[in-house]
């Protein structure tokens, strides 16, 4: 199948969500990267694209240069989706200029600086019939889509209570001055950040994490935000009550603060018949619980879950979708043994451990055979 | 930087392991997969090549006539690796062909049928100064490394027991005839599968990976495998006992019957000093235990980490590489969209999501601005 | 050593708290109980007192009839110490009677109805120099109190964050009608529990075990509560926001109604340098985060905890405390046996274990010695 | 009820295993210890004797001297059962006399030195009609019962794999000489603790565990077993496969040698239909696996568990058994305060957390009823 041509706004050397959104594409395998503007310094932007093999001539210096150029070019050439990787002050205006162009886009959270900027987004999608994605990322692991499915069905009766949380530590050594080499800093600026740290960057997720799960809109919220520090302006820490309706309430955790957390985003649905909970640092295990009945822990590729969580996993049962990464590793080192470069003896298992493993297998059957007495491998 | 050319025999429509690869050298984006027999049967192969992309006049019908023509391209175009994964038995006849023909390999496990082919493709390996990688994909785990690297200083003192698990209960569903889906049944056919069914395909990762992480050799074998029911003609479950040297034991458990169990690979080795144990189910978490301290948890993405494990993991930590794919589940659901296919609205977050992220975080920053009081969303 | 007399309260015949206060009791081994007024109901009282081994003249109608008649015997007869295990509305009048005849006592939580009562109960117990116990009785594990020690050192840092989690579901059960058997529903009674339901009950808790673990005070508090359903009068389920100076704040989330959930009752305490998390149903793991350094898991029975967390394990490492209770299993089957009682065979193991036993350990040993061959058990 | 009247033999001061019997005697409820021969220093044992309260006529020299003395008594005054917990090789002589002479018996495991001796028991229990119990304290667990009663009901179909563990770390400290204190090394002399170290101490636990879950007799095994270190005359470590008929094979791995190990006694029973899983660090979780459904995670105080479990947990869902020894704990404190005996302000809530509490829950309650607004506590 024809790959869609893709274009990317950020995300040169060294940023690590333009990393993410590249692996991602390469994965999922319907997309090619041909042009973009990947860094507001165009002498890096131009050294990003020619290490990734791109086009010269399709590494440009601004975004109007970028859109001048693309829709001009014929119909099976031009590039159709763009993805918005730069910090968040900058996904509103490149995305208005994009939409009014006709690119479809994947735009990285959060969409905006104001509420007004994300109401004209939605009209410009909507009067141009574009695709938009935001990469709520979390929405695309099996468990999460498995959770939304067995709530759709009802199976937990009334819902009762709903507890968010997004614990992160990664500020405090930015705060305390342990490490300025962490490249975030730029979160803590209102002008790049917009109105929020914390609930802006990570508690929007948990936020969008009840919503889609549920089905549920919340409607009504009260927050206690902190700043942690005197010196800092923007929130790194909160809690946020919320209310669903006359009757259901629930709670969001946020924080940038809590030391010694890594990415801890976890989510709970009590409801009157059964209750689900899904942590994200072991993505694929949801547990149902239930007052009379054993917990039941829910994992990838079984024929027990519905066809949105089994199409999102592809390895079989008990294979985490990180294993994919971790043979990706092997290819990495045995690229670099191909290519002559330097490499670990660890990078990568030769043909000497193939003899090895065969020696194994036929010590064992040899063993068994010879009625369980020893051999040597 | 350039691509390396690669082929890729075996891994047509269906198959799951050259899936696999084809991922993992995608991910790692040192690979362009440009040619390769994909399947006995021409005509799915073809079917194969073109849903991939490939150029049709390099899908070859046989390996002779892929390397035949391969070998008479242009250095600068000709096929530089060629990733093997057929059933076990066409690795050693077609690795063979390959490696003197020049080619290297990335070659499925186990590697051959016999030791005596196993020994042979080792010395072709040495003449031609080829790179071969078997892919022991478990090594290519951060934590794995990290594991290596530890034992290597030392901080274990003497190693005093090793235990490795590797149980799956896959094979549950067809000897007892409830899922005749599955396609692995060659593993049962000795003239598919070689020696062994249990130890050939997953004991040999467990001992794979006490080789690897120990740096040490097993010695000597006892065995005790069990075909489980009457009929069947090779092991689906075993123990295996280790020897090392004049004190040291160890085990491998191993059994493709163990019901509800899914990729039940671990290791745990016991020094004088200090303890690991790893799991690949959470393959993020490696264990260290001590009668004197607590329990250590080392994760991935710190600085704590030696250079080999840091090297394998490319997400900040807390988030499991999993999350690549559940990006690019995004991704994909995005692309059908932008192609006008049929699709979940799970798939994908749209601008209405980012307009209500934006609600969330004003009124929750207008909260707290307002001493606490409820806002609507 | 002489053990301490004590009385009894409530804790009648079908009395879950008044148990598990006598078994406390009999393990410490430090109170032996005498006397007492164990239910409401004369007759059932003293079936209780039967049942129990005690004798019929100090079990009494009322608890001014037991003042009377205690207060006047000899010294070394006379009850010492009063454990007071009604429901909440009874405790603050028993407890002021008894402190003010000079009784020691052990009281159930909530303590009393209204701030002013417990604040008198504070000035009784001042002015008569008796010692009052409130029975928090999470503060009693092991793990617990080595987090309070750990905060005392100061290896937190300054503390950025607390929460603490009280989830239960038990009163699903009851408000949709489900279960009329279990007897709690004084609680839902605003006569008998106080003001509060949830938070009286469990919310107290987790405030007592932050205030205990920190040896912060808790200073403001915002709450939002809610009684699930239209027709209940407390509150069932809430969060509350806290404040404990300038810039620490933090939050209990507690709630009766989320089904699945047993006693789940975790806190987690965040700071510059390091944060401790702790959850009841797994007491013996008390784990310390930090950012630069592996996770680490502390446990008791071992040299690296403080004497506070020691004192209170009884047992080496890796035995639960709840050990005991399963030797106390057999125990109670081998009493059932030596009475004539009916018992099923689980119930302890015979004789004919130790045959099995002794046979199973000589064929292992002679196996070993015959080079490894098969023994007969 | 009448409480049996119990002597010891063995466990005075110091002894870990005899105190152990002691506190789960008084947790059941149904025994008293009224005399015994607790040291074989008679002045150690009247030390004992006195510290616990036992009448010093009734601390006897020897064993001997004991059932001379006892069997004079009058029916309603002598002692009816005895708990032997001496070192090993004592176990026999003891038994033997006692069972003679009537009574019933607690022993510890490993019953005898012999299979002959143990047998020649087994004999004499039957002859005189008398209880005998052996402390395979792990099948006093709630979960374990509940294990073997799902086995017994067919739900794993045939059983087509068993794996045992018992791992500990603790002689480690013992032969690397980094800890002198432990009491423990007898069970490194043949002559007190018998033909094994490892296997006689927690290998025949795991034995026990199989027998007891599963109802089956292991037919044959073969060991390899390990001194670890040249100079040590008993096992420290071995594997043992297992046979259990035609078919069916197992295993049972034990090490006293992998440090950082506790008590890791763990047992998997896969079938052809369903497995399960349990451990007894954390022995409130039984895990029941299935190719076709969610995982089961089956815990205590459930209606869905049998009446052997249920019969032996008497908390509710959540509250780990060791609950009672935090109350214990708590109580202990107490004890030290009335006697005026020093202690930490961590060992028992006063009558300050009361009111603290009670603050608490009316802020609460207020700042709820208030709209949500602040409130001091």
């Known amino acids: 199948m024809k790959k869609l041509r893709m274009g990317m706004i950020g995300g040169g050397i060294g940023a690590f969500i333009g990393d993410a959104h590249r692996r991602a594409s390469r994965i999922c395998n319907d997309f090619e990267l041909v042009g973009g503007v990947f860094d507001a310094d165009y002498e890096k932007s131009k050294e990003f694209a020619k290490k990734e093999g791109i086009s010269p001539d399709r590494c440009y210096k601004t975004v ?9 070019m014929a119909a099976d050439k031009r590039i159709e989706v763009v993805a918005i990787v730069t910090p968040n002050a900058l996904h509103y205006p490149f995305a208005k200029s994009l939409l009014m162009n006709g690119f479809h886009l994947v735009c990285e959270k959060p969409m ?32 999460v889509r498995q959770m939304r499915d067995i709530i759709a069905s009802g199976a937990l009766g009334t819902i009762q209570r709903i507890d968010a949380q997004y614990y992160q530590g990664w500020i ?6 342990t490490d300025s080499r962490i490249t975030g800093v730029w979160r803590l600026d209102p002008k790049h950040a917009g109105a929020s740290s ?25 927050s206690d935000l902190s700043s942690v520090t005197e010196d800092i302006k923007l929130d ?13 309430k629930g709670v969001i955790r946020a924080s940038q603060v809590c030391g010694g957390e890594e990415n801890g985003i976890t989510i709970a649905v009590y409801g009157s018949k059964a209750s689900l909970k899904w942590g ?6 949801l547990y149902m619980l239930s007052d009379t009945e054993p917990t039941k822990t829910f994992k990838p590729a079984h024929g027990y879950n519905g066809k949105n969580a089994e199409a999102g996993h592809t390895m079989p049962a008990g294979h985490p979708e990180g294993i994919y990464e971790a043979l990706a590793n092997i290819y990495k080192g045995t690229a670099k043994s191909i290519r002559g470069e330097e490499f670990d003896p660890c990078e990568f298992p030769t043909v000497h451990d193939g003899v090895r493993g065969m020696k194994f297998i036929h010590a064992v059957v040899d063993s068994n055979k010879a009625g369980n007495t020893w051999m040597k491998v």
Not at 64 to 72: G, L, R, S, Y
Not at 114 to 137: N, P, R, S, Y
Not at 172 to 177: A, E, L, P, R, V
Not at 280 to 285: I, K, R
């Open 198 to 222: 914390c609930m802006g960057d990570i508690g929007v997720h948990a936020f969008n994490l009840i919503e889609y799960t549920t089905g549920l809109e919340v409607k009504e919220v009260l």
């Open 280 to 285: 994200q640092e072991n993505p694929n295990y």
């Open 64 to 72: 109007d240069e970028f859109i001048n150029a693309e829709t001009k």
């Open 172 to 177: 405090n050594s930015i705060i305390h001055g």
């Open 236 to 248: 790194l820490d909160g809690t946020v009550l919320l209310r669903f309706g006359k009757l259901l």
């Open 112 to 143: 905006t600086m104001t509420v007004d900027e994300a109401l004209e987004l939605e009209k410009l999608v909507a009067k141009h019939k574009l695709t938009f994605a935001l990469t709520h990322t979390y929405t695309g692991y099996p468990m």
